[in-house]
């Protein structure tokens, strides 16, 4: 049904209502093309009155070539095109703006109530917030000079499986979150530079994506899709990767939902790439590579949980490594370049393949972090001198540990910092003044203990030579006494002896 006259303002006792209200009156669907319409201004508002359901007979609408723009809905329940409940298809040649919660049906999602399937806007540069939210039928979507895709725009639009944007440099938070997309090639968003928070999470049959232009991806972005490998061209430029970006998660961490370990990403390169946020490829349980040469930062927990990842090399551009950022992994060896100056607590726990690690030579690497090696498969391993604490749980439960070098640079040892380890000996250096609680607690393979600080070190408690086979504790010679009288070392006076 194509028509010819003045809309007028759209507002009470103009033609646009009194349209509608005869279609309801005739009860009557129709395609409705108000494409050669006059209206007052430019702003097509088809819902200044709310109450009547003769939208609802309005199956596919043109809107007037006059009209440049739609404007806001007052909400995702409230949207701009209200009670047009059987809207199947929608299309404006002179639109430029489609304004915050337009077309938005989660007013009608749990009734089963979404209609609307086609989008045709070829002018149009801007969608705003939650534009098309819960359109779950809409298949088929045309802006081909849209320049940004505004917050959760096509969230929950399951029928989505393909797009195309080749204008857009933008892409909102969760713009495309829960849809159907199988496939966002280079076609798709040649210009696109920013790709917003949880952009394409849950894209459950998401395979390949391929960004030419992309710089920063967002915080979980590409989290739970169905990716297997992210290749150096799909994204060529990119330099951030936020948190929890690729993040192998069937659960909701938002909710608390404890993540599965199903995930099929099993390769990623990222050739321009400085930082990797915190999380960003925590649970890809098939990961087994990884490249990031230009890496500078490994956020917390960057790895951890991929049981697939049995090797990892970390470029000389590398400064830091987060807490937990290899943590539960099958790396079987490790050397961390010379320009690494801190690796965070936990980063290496429960390694247990791990039996090989070469440490940094940087006179800014001072510590050795808590738990860092925890439960690690280390047979030995050597302290740079630049190290002077070894952090609370360092080394604990590293069972098949026997041999390590601790330097004169050494002063601090932390709590339960070896606890539990298979060390047969251990050299203690003048440079140490203090022993943690449970240092050496459990070392049941201990044949000796030398410790070459004529002061003697302060003892957190009684505990930190416990369960040690009972083996001698040697000291210098001119500061036997000082040992056995010393607190807490006095528990060890029967083992206290000079050094040989």
């Known amino acids: 049904m194509s028509a010819s006259f003045d809309l007028g303002n759209m507002g009470a006792g103009s033609n646009w209502p009194a349209l509608y209200n005869a279609l309801n009156a005739a009860r009557r669907f129709v395609e409705l093309d108000l494409s050669a319409c006059t209206m007052t201004g430019t702003v097509f508002d088809p819902d200044t009155i709310t109450a009547s359901s003769g939208k609802g007979y309005i199956v596919s609408l043109v809107l007037p070539d006059e009209a440049r723009s739609i404007p806001n809905g007052t909400s995702e329940y409230i949207p701009r095109f209200y009670n047009f409940n059987n809207l199947k298809s929608v299309s404006g040649a002179g639109v430029t703006t489609i304004g915050n919660y337009a077309f938005s049906e989660a007013h009608s999602y749990n009734a089963g109530q979404n209609h609307l399937i086609s989008a045709d806007f070829p002018l149009a540069t801007s969608i705003g917030v939650d534009a098309f939210l819960y359109c779950t039928n809409l298949k088929n979507v045309n802006f081909p000079v849209l320049e940004s895709v505004g917050n959760s725009a096509f969230r929950q639009c399951r029928s989505l499986t393909s797009v195309s944007f080749p204008a857009v440099t933008s892409i909102g938070n969760a713009a495309f979150q829960n849809t159907g997309l199988t496939s966002v090639t280079g076609a798709s968003f040649p210009s696109a530079i920013t790709i917003g928070n949880d952009a394409f999470m849950n894209c459950t049959s998401l395979t ?26 799909d994204f060529p430029v990119a330099i951030s990767i936020g948190e929890r970006a690729f993040i192998g998660s069937t659960g909701n961490w938002q909710t608390g939902f404890a993540p599965e370990p199903s995930y099929n990403l099993t390769s990623v390169s990222f050739p321009a790439v400085t930082s990797i946020g915190n999380e960003a490829f925590s649970n890809c349980r098939s990961l087994a590579s990884a490249d ?21 090399t970390i470029p000389d551009s590398v400064t830091t490594i987060g807490d937990g950022a290899f943590q539960n992994t099958e790396l079987t060896e490790i050397t961390i370049p010379n320009s690494v100056t801190t690796i965070g607590n936990s980063a290496f726990q429960g390694c247990t393949s791990l039996t090989s690690v070469t440490l940094p030579n940087n006179p ?19 302290i740079p001198n630049s190290v002077t604490t070894i952090g609370n749980s360092a080394f604990n439960g590293c069972r098949i540990l026997t041999s390590i070098t601790l330097p004169d640079s050494v002063t601090t040892i932390g709590n339960i910092a070896f606890q539990n380890t298979g060390l047969t000996e251990i050299t ?13 607690n ?14 003697p070190p302060a003892l957190a408690n009684i505990n930190a030579f416990t369960n040690t086979n009972n083996c001698p504790i040697y000291v210098p010679a001119n500061s036997v006494d000082d040992y056995k009288a010393a607190p807490n070392w006095n528990a060890y006076e029967s083992r206290i002896q000079a050094i040989p």
């Open 208 to 233: 390949n994506v391929s960004f030419p232009a992309v710089i920063s991806i967002g915080s979980s972005a590409f989290a739970n899709t169905g990716l297997t490998s992210v290749a150096s061209v």
């Open 364 to 382: 800014n690497f001072t510590t050795i972090s808590n738990n860092t090696f925890q439960n690690t498969g280390l047979t030995e391993i050597t």
């Open 292 to 312: 990031f040469p230009s890496v500078i930062t490994i956020g917390n927990e960057a790895f951890r949980n991929n049981t697939s990842l049995s090797s990892a």
């Open 428 to 440: 203690i250096p003048n440079s140490v003044t203090t022993i943690g609680t449970y240092a050496f």
């Open 442 to 455: 459990g070392c049941t393979s201990l044949e000796s203990v030398n410790i070459y600080a004529e002061t």
